[in-house]
């Protein structure tokens, strides 16, 4: 089993930034891509960025491309996400995600999942 562990979270201004934490515990070494998603109320768990093992690879939705920055080290077991320029519309409870198989988009094949941690943009 692996365990996701998500920081971060809180009340931010629009324009302004955070950056969100996820250490991973348990059996890491089973793990490929880590990825964030977002959801909030009444709709689905959107993807947003995601990160291929080695960091060597990155995606994006359109949404947050420009914006966001994935990252992980490897080192630490923790994969990050920069949030900048946010707006209200990123409001949401943003999840760290982990798949043993590879990136993917779609949060039902997402193999484990954090408890989230919520992001809430003041306009």
């Known amino acids: 089993q692996v365990q996701l562990v998500e920081s971060g979270g809180g009340l931010v201004q629009a324009g302004g930034s955070l950056r969100l934490s996820c250490a991973a515990s348990g059996r890491t070494f089973s793990l490929n891509a880590l990825a964030w998603f977002r959801q909030v109320p009444g709709k689905e768990r959107e993807f947003v960025a995601a990160?291929?093992?080695?960091?060597?690879?990155?995606y994006y939705a359109d949404s947050v491309k420009g914006r966001f920055t994935i990252s992980r080290d490897n080192a630490k077991n923790t994969v990050y996400l920069q949030l900048t320029s946010l707006s209200a519309e990123d409001t949401a409870v943003y999840y760290c995600a982990a798949d043993t198989m590879g990136v993917s988009r779609t949060a039902r094949t997402i193999d484990y999942w954090g408890q989230g941690t919520q992001v809430t943009v003041s306009s």
């Open positions: 990160i291929t093992e080695s960091g060597g690879r990155t």
